[in-house]
């Protein structure tokens, strides 16, 4: 459900989609391409967990990067370990892609829940593929194959994903040349048969959609991009990103969606000098960290929502007592345990503030993939820069999405270290209204971090002059952090989009369909989020609207943004799912048109 | 050095056990240091909360380094000072209260992974700095602020429990004589191990047992506690637990386990055998 934030839609919402599509089909036909070529389709793979829906969406992302196109994958996972109701979703494009897409090119049912569940969102054009298991009672345009025999026959009954890739490959003539090279590249290793079976089984998707009448048009030939490429999950980008930027130890526990970060460093943070474990709850987590960046080291653990809620009083300590690291926070839909494997944007308020008392922590939230690797550097900066806890702020969508991103550059990333103290003992390690050297334990200059308020030495005080001088100090430390990039199109328009994390594609996505219907409407965006770079501020404040879409009830972002003078309303959604472009681009048109009308009147 | 620190405004009780407790991590330590030739700031000193916490600002200078974090959690932030730089001393110092209630998730993980620390417990049976509440050695029926009615829980008995969970070195100690509580307290930070030595530091506010643990030679009453016989040996598991098991409270080194690796041993043992890989080569798992 899509909820204008205390506002009511004047317009017509069927007239507007009638619109959005047509927008939509002219974007499919840039300038100079022939009307029947196809520039991205959008596939569903959606049944049990197990039957392999998870990887077929990986996999397809994968052979259409491969061979020159963009990908993005959405994946929404059951809660139980084996079966229950799952899908996961790809969006092959001749250019970058920014969302999941809207609507269904292609649906594939593997079983007779699925194809019912799922049919509703399969464009007018849409082709289902499904599992011929069972027979449909409605009158889709619609192909059945029995996956599972047909691999078998193949030689092979784990090759069902490559049925279905070959059924694909036919419906949108894709050359069966890109799906053979893949085959070859990832099995190879496993020996010629099973290269040969899923060589067979592509053959038999083919055969069986190319008997059909049903056919989506070709796709056009790739684009590839002239940059070196990765193709990575977000929470594989923060991984490299924190190991890019020094970080030297580790400690997590498992939850999902933030357990395939403990699971990567265990495997790639072992060498001397660095220490990787894991510990026996998020309490543990936390405090492991704040003794491992008290102790000279860049130090992070990955949680979500109610490991982030058992770090609260740790995050506190580390912030009183100055002490460095980085807790990644994978939103997830809360609160309690809520719904651990859907995605949501609804811990900004925690992350901000997850600590009793007077605090205020930085937070970071990636927009995207190639972003999540950026703030896995800057959060761990971040925390070396100001000496404090840092907040990484992403979600669910983002850690499984598989996109292909420009090859991050080793080189120009800029690393930054702490301000270490090198002289002898008898420091005053909390001296002053600013940041100061901070020691080492094994070096002179011996202190005590103090949780309880403190005097300069580190003893603990209830001098009301120290508590000021102490908070102060504390929050002077965040100008140190106002200088984050942020991005700005059409500066001079009164009404801009503003979205956070996540959401940042489908809304850009958005933006773009709305520019090209001609609506006068400005983009500003950061994943710099507390503090906000200084300069965005002062734009902010200077709009007529800023309009924030978000997945929580509360518009938590607008509802910050209005607290420091902004006069920001948000779209809000709290499905579980990700925004679609559809319904962002009729809420924002209501919401421009709306604050159009106030101010003409 | 906060004893000369005008601002620092927290005072023990006349006669508190956590003095002589004090007194013995100061001989500990000198000892330590004129023994190993180590600098005083290779020592992390992480207290917990608790009158028994503030020990870490009332040491004489020179001062180790000092953690005083948050109620309960000595033990979780030890293991990251710890393993973030194997070499450190690292001790922690906490009340009964915070280390086997609000703390007790954390031994266990210690003991199992045989984390290279030294805890020294503060047992006065009562939570004194929030003012005489029951805590988890209080004895059944006995009436505290917060049991008006006497306590209806049995105590837990700490040396049988750390000798359960796997604790590789055990010690239990008396605050009133801290020459001795040192030798244990030094034991325990040589020892390569998660080693335990646990305090009777009596409160006397809330809780004064100094009578009951020594007991009264006028009134001819015997003490709770003695000391160890000398042929007793602490490498045997099952006399420690006939040890533990017995009426009265033993003092001295009671299990001793020193063929276990410990967590830097073994950590050291994944490193070396793992091969690991810079940042191009884990980045380049991505091309394509
Ligand atoms: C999370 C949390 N809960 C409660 C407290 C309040 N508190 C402070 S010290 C303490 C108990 C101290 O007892 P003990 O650990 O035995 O130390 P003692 O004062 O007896 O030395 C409590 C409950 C706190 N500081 N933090
Ligand atoms: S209340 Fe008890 S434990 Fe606390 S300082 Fe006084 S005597 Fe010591
Ligand atoms: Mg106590």
Redesign the interface.
């Known amino acids: 459900m899509v909820n204008i934030v205390a506002q009511q839609c004047p317009f017509c919402p069927i007239k507007l989609k009638l619109i959005i599509r047509l927008f939509n089909k002219l974007q499919r036909v840039p300038m100079g391409r022939y009307m029947s070529k196809r520039q991205d389709f959008v596939v569903r793979f959606a049944g049990e967990g197990g039957q392999g829906v998870v990887t077929a969406s990986e996999a397809l992302a994968?052979i259409a990067?491969?061979v020159g196109y963009h990908s993005l994958t959405f994946a929404t996972f059951p809660s139980q370990i084996m079966g229950g109701p799952t899908y996961t979703q790809a969006r092959i494009s001749t250019s970058p892609v920014l969302s999941p897409g809207d609507e269904l090119n292609v649906l594939v049912a593997l079983n007779e829940e699925a194809y019912e569940t799922h049919k509703g969102e399969v464009a007018a054009d849409g082709i289902i593929l499904y599992d011929s298991s069972f027979t449909p009672s409605g009158n889709e345009k619609a192909i059945g194959m029995p996956f599972d025999d047909l691999a078998k026959e193949a030689g092979d009954a784990r090759t069902a994903n490559m049925v279905m890739m070959g059924a694909l490959a036919s419906l949108v003539d894709m050359p069966v040349k890109y799906l053979q090279e893949f085959i070859e590249k990832r099995y190879l290793s496993r020996g010629q048969e099973i290269v040969d079976a899923n060589f067979r089984a592509i053959d038999f998707g083919i055969e069986k959609a190319s008997e059909s009448p049903f056919n989506l048009g070709e796709l056009d030939s790739p684009n590839p991009p002239d940059y070196?490429?990765?193709?990575?999950k977000g929470n594989?980008a923060i991984s490299?990103g924190a190991?890019?930027a020094g970080l030297n130890?580790y400690?997590g526990y498992p939850i999902s969606p933030a357990t395939t970060i403990l699971l990567y460093m265990e495997r790639?943070l072992?060498?001397?000098g660095?220490?990787v474990?894991q510990?026996?709850?998020e309490?543990?987590?936390?405090?492991?960290?704040?003794?491992?960046?008290?102790?000279?080291?860049k130090?992070m653990t990955a949680t979500a929502g109610p490991g982030f809620s058992l770090m609260s009083?740790?995050l506190?300590?580390a912030w009183m007592?100055e002490l460095p690291l980085v807790v990644v926070d994978v939103q997830r839909g809360g609160p309690a345990t809520g719904l651990p494997t859907k995605t949501e944007q609804s811990d900004l308020f925690s992350a901000i503030n997850p600590a009793h008392g007077d605090v205020s922590l930085p937070v970071i939230a990636p927009g995207n993939v190639e972003e999540c690797f950026t703030a896995g550097v800057m959060s761990l900066n971040w925390a070396e820069r100001y000496q404090g806890p840092v907040i990484l702020l992403t979600e669910m969508s983002l850690a499984e999405r598989v996109q292909?991103i420009k090859?991050?550059d080793?080189d120009t990333v800029n690393v930054e270290n702490r301000i270490v103290y090198e002289g002898n003992?008898g420091y005053l390690r909390y001296d002053g209204f600013e940041l100061s050297p901070m020691?080492i334990?094994?070096?002179?200059?011996?202190?005590?971090?103090?949780?309880?308020e403190h005097?300069s030495?580190?003893?603990?005080?209830?001098?009301p002059s120290?508590h000021i001088q102490m908070t102060e100090r504390r929050f002077s430390k965040l100008n140190l952090l106002k200088d984050g990039d942020f991005e700005e199109e059409n500066a001079n328009s009164s009404i801009v989009l503003m979205p956070w994390g996540g959401s940042k594609g489908s809304v850009r996505e958005a933006y773009n369909q709305l520019r090209d219907s001609g609506l006068d409407v400005g983009w500003l965006y950061t994943m710099y989020l507390n503090p906000l770079p200084e300069d965005l501020l002062i734009k902010l404040r200077s709009k007529d609207l800023v309009i924030v879409p978000e997945l929580n009830y509360q518009g938590q972002f607008s509802s910050i943004l209005r607290s420091y003078g902004v006069k920001a309303k948000s779209i809000t959604q709290y499905t579980g799912l990700p925004f679609k472009v559809v319904d962002l681009v009729s809420s924002i048109n209501d919401l421009v048109n709306q604050t159009n009308k106030a101010v003409i009147n | 050095?906060?004893k000369k620190?005008p601002?620092?405004?927290?005072a023990w009780c006349p006669g508190c056990g956590d003095f002589g407790v004090r007194r013995a991590v100061e001989f500990a330590l000198n000892d330590r240091i004129k023994e190993t030739e180590e600098?005083?700031?290779?020592t992390?000193v992480?207290a917990g909360i608790g009158c028994s916490g503030?020990l870490?600002?009332l040491l004489e200078d020179?001062?180790?380094?000092?953690?005083?974090?948050?109620h309960g959690?000595s033990l979780?932030?030890?293991?990251?000072?710890?393993?973030?730089?194997p070499?450190?001393n690292v001790l922690t110092v906490a009340g009964d209260g915070d280390f086997l209630s609000i703390g007790m998730?954390?031994i266990?993980?210690q003991a199992t992974r045989n984390l290279d620390i030294c805890s020294v417990v503060m047992d006065n049976g009562v939570y004194g700095l929030t003012k005489g509440q029951s805590s988890p050695t209080t004895d059944y029926g006995v009436k505290t602020t917060s049991t008006p009615y006497g306590k209806i829980e049995d105590k837990i008995h700490p040396l049988k429990y750390y000798l359960t969970i796997g604790a590789s070195f055990i010690a239990s100690g008396y605050s009133s004589k801290p020459r001795d509580l040192a030798k244990l307290i030094q034991a325990g930070m040589e020892h390569p191990g998660f080693a335990v030595v646990h305090v009777q530091s009596p409160c006397t506010t809330y809780n004064d047992t100094y009578e009951i643990l020594k007991g009264n030679a006028k009134k001819g009453v015997p003490g709770l506690m003695y000391d160890i016989p000398e042929e007793y040996d602490r490498t045997d598991r099952l006399a420690a637990e006939e040890l533990i098991n017995s009426p009265g409270i033993p003092v001295g080194i009671i299990y001793e386990d020193k063929t276990r690796p410990s967590l830097t041993a073994e950590?050291n043992r994944?490193?070396e055998s793992?091969k690991?890989?810079d940042?191009?080569q884990?980045?380049s798992d991505?091309?394509?």
Do not use: C
């Open positions: 994968r990067s491969e070196k490429q990765s193709m990575m594989d490299l190991i890019r130890f400690v790639n072992v060498q001397e660095k220490f474990y510990a026996s709850s309490i543990e987590s936390i405090n492991a960290i704040l003794g491992g960046g008290y102790a000279g080291k130090s009083e740790g506190g300590l007592a292909n090859k991050p080793l003992n020691p334990p094994g070096k002179p200059g011996s202190y005590i971090a103090n949780g309880s005097d030495m580190g003893d603990t005080t209830h001098l120290r | 050095m906060s620190n601002e620092y405004d927290f600098i005083i700031e290779n992390v992480v503030n870490v600002h020179p001062q180790p380094f000092g953690l005083h974090g948050i959690r979780p932030i030890a293991f990251g000072v710890k393993m973030a730089n070499d450190l998730e954390h266990a993980p950590t994944i490193t793992v690991s890989r940042v191009a884990l980045l991505y091309d394509f």
